[in-house]
Structures are given as C-alpha cells and as structure tokens.
C-alpha cells in the first residue's frame, strides 16, 4: 500500500503528498468510531484508484501533536514577536516558550519589524536576545521589508516541519512572502483600532519553502496551561531548569524553599529576574487551576 504525509485538511479531506504527487482521500469511517483524527503532518497508508478519490486506511504513529493549531509531527516552532506594532513582550514569548518545550517541539525565537526601531528599542531588543541566547535559545532579528536576517532563518526550514507562530499582526505572512515571495500569503495592516491582526488563516496546510514544509496557520490559539502540571514547569524553563539541578531539595519549585539556586542566581544577576517572575506567575496561574474531573 503506499504510504504519504498529510499537507492539508479541508472540509471533511485530506490531502496527501506521496512520491507520485498529492491525492484527495477520505478518512475510514473506523476512524470516527475509533476517535482517530487525521492531522496535518501525519504519516499515513492509504489507498487510490485515482488522485481525487483516495481512503486513508492507517495513521502511523507520531512524535507529537498541537490541538491549536491541528498538526502532528512538528520539528520546531518559529515565534514570531515584532520589535513594535505590536510592541514585544516577554511574557508572552514565555508563554509560548512553555507551550513548545512542553510539547517538546524545538523552538526559535524570530523577532521581526527591526527595521522600524529607535536606536534605544533596538538596543533593547538585543539585550533580551542576549538574554534568551544565554538561555539556549536561537534567536534571530529580522525585518520582511528590508530582507534582514533572512539569510539567517531559511536553513533553519530546510528538511523540517516548522509552525510559524505568534500573535496576530507580528508579520508572520509577511515573513513567509519574503523568504518565498510566490506564496502571495494574505496580509493586512494593523487594526488600530482592534490592536490586532485583521487576517486569520481559516485551514492548516504545509507549504514547501527552503526544501522544508511550514505550517500556514495562526499558531497557538489557546495559551493556557491546561495540561502542564507545577512540578513540569521547572523543565520548560531550560536556563532555570539547569540551575536547579544545584537547588538543596530535590523537587525545589524556587518559591519558599530553602538554600533554592534558583532563587541565587536571580539575586546574583545570573538569571534574568523577570525570567523568574514569569516562571513564579505562570507557576501560581497552574495551582490555581481548577480540577478536572
């Protein structure tokens, strides 16, 4: 039977890429019955008699999958933050930084628009890229008008499904029609009004850029942390992550407890101390979480 990867899902159909080119098909009813749900990025055996009229038979097994946006197999996230319009922020980077590294998905840290900076915003901007690159992080400065860092991002697509995410009006399209300008992806300026984007994808689809597929969509839709427990939190914070393996208490979560490294190297200047405050935050918004049942 031949074998594909799902690139895009459509009102009820997937389509299938497989070394012939990409067929139309149709899950197995099974696949209700069973609660199996195709997903953008899945591997699967399929048949077909022709290229509109294909069965999916089998999901083979994944390495990991996002609800928000629908895919499954993701390599790495590229989080896309502006420099301005909207301004950037950390905590929400942090945010995004839990979510990925909770999925363990390998995560990039794009910041765009440099081209509309102040000296002093752009110096900013580069003392929180030290920050984060001090962290483990890549991150890399770019502006879709000008085609800077561009260079930089585009090996990074190569061989990998990649999600662009990030908060409406970042320049996420903008991004992906400069690094492949026949995309011709929607765009659309700000709504100062709304303080957002006015351009949401409605599908999940991969598109080829730089020998790589990228996920067209929204990205993380929802930003709770409803799956994430308290003792979890400390690993999706790599850098606090390291400097706890020095904590007195094994299971330390770096709030009262005694002789906490981490606690050490924000007051010695070692660890960004709104690193840790996002950490403290984020940690009190998951006991405060209500049960599920």
């Given at each position: 039977?031949p074998?594909?990867?799902?690139?895009?899902?459509?009102?009820?159909?997937?389509y299938?890429?497989?070394?012939?080119?990409?067929?139309?098909?149709r899950?197995?009813?099974?696949?209700r019955?069973?609660?199996?749900n195709?997903?953008?990025g899945d591997?699967?055996v399929?048949?077909?008699?022709?290229?509109?009229?294909?069965?999916?038979?089998?999901v083979?097994?994944?390495?990991?999958?996002?609800?928000?946006?629908?895919?499954?197999?993701?390599?790495?996230a590229?989080?896309?933050?502006?420099?301005?319009?909207?301004?950037?922020?950390?905590?929400?980077?942090?945010?995004?930084?839990?979510?990925?590294?909770?999925?363990?998905?390998?995560?990039?840290?794009?910041i765009?628009?440099?081209?509309?900076?102040?000296?002093?915003?752009?110096?900013?901007?580069?003392?929180?890229?030290a920050?984060?690159?001090?962290?483990?992080y890549e991150?890399?400065?770019?502006?879709?008008?000008?085609?800077?860092?561009?260079?930089?991002?585009?090996?990074?697509l190569?061989?990998?499904?990649?999600?662009?995410?990030?908060?409406?009006?970042?320049?996420?399209?903008?991004l992906?029609?400069?690094?492949?300008?026949?995309?011709?992806?929607?765009?659309?300026?700000?709504?100062?009004h709304?303080?957002r984007?006015?351009?949401?994808?409605?599908?999940?689809?991969?598109?080829?850029?730089?020998?790589?597929?990228?996920?067209?969509?929204?990205?993380f839709?929802?930003?709770?942390?409803?799956?994430?427990?308290?003792?979890?939190?400390?690993?999706c914070?790599?850098?606090?992550?390291?400097?706890s393996?020095?904590?007195?208490?094994?299971?330390?979560?770096?709030?009262?407890?005694?002789k906490?490294?981490?606690?050490?190297?924000?007051e010695?200047g070692?660890?960004?101390?709104?690193?840790?405050?996002?950490?403290?935050?984020?940690?009190?918004?998951?006991?405060?979480?209500?049960p599920?049942?």
């Amino acid at each position: 039977m031949p074998e594909g990867k799902i690139i895009k899902a459509l009102s009820g159909f997937y389509y299938v890429a497989n070394k012939d080119g990409i067929v139309q098909c149709r899950g197995r009813g099974v696949f209700r019955k069973n609660k199996v749900n195709p997903l953008v990025g899945d591997e699967v055996v399929f048949q077909a008699d022709n290229n509109t009229e294909g069965y999916i038979l089998e999901v083979k097994g994944r390495k990991n999958e996002l609800v928000r946006p629908p895919i499954a197999n993701v390599d790495q996230a590229i989080l896309v933050f502006s420099a301005v319009e909207p301004d950037f922020s950390t905590t929400l980077l942090d945010r995004f930084l839990v979510l990925v590294e909770y999925n363990h998905i390998q995560p990039l840290i794009c910041i765009t628009k440099m081209d509309l900076t102040s000296e002093e915003q752009k110096r900013r901007l580069e003392s929180f890229a030290a920050d984060y690159r001090k962290a483990g992080y890549e991150v890399i400065l770019t502006s879709s008008e000008t085609s800077s860092g561009l260079e930089e991002l585009s090996p990074h697509l190569e061989g990998k499904i990649s999600v662009f995410a990030g908060q409406s009006g970042v320049g996420k399209s903008s991004l992906l029609n400069a690094i492949r300008p026949d995309l011709e992806l929607k765009t659309d300026d700000i709504s100062s009004h709304l303080g957002r984007g006015k351009h949401t994808t409605r599908h999940v689809e991969l598109i080829t850029i730089n020998n790589g597929l990228v996920a067209d969509t929204p990205g993380f839709s929802s930003l709770e942390f409803t799956e994430i427990e308290a003792e979890e939190l400390n690993s999706c914070f790599p850098d606090i992550y390291e400097i706890s393996e020095s904590c007195k208490f094994r299971g330390c979560l770096h709030m009262a407890e005694p002789k906490c490294a981490v606690k050490a190297a924000v007051e010695s200047g070692t660890l960004p101390e709104y690193r840790y405050e996002h950490y403290k935050d984020f940690l009190l918004e998951i006991k405060d979480r209500k049960p599920r049942y």
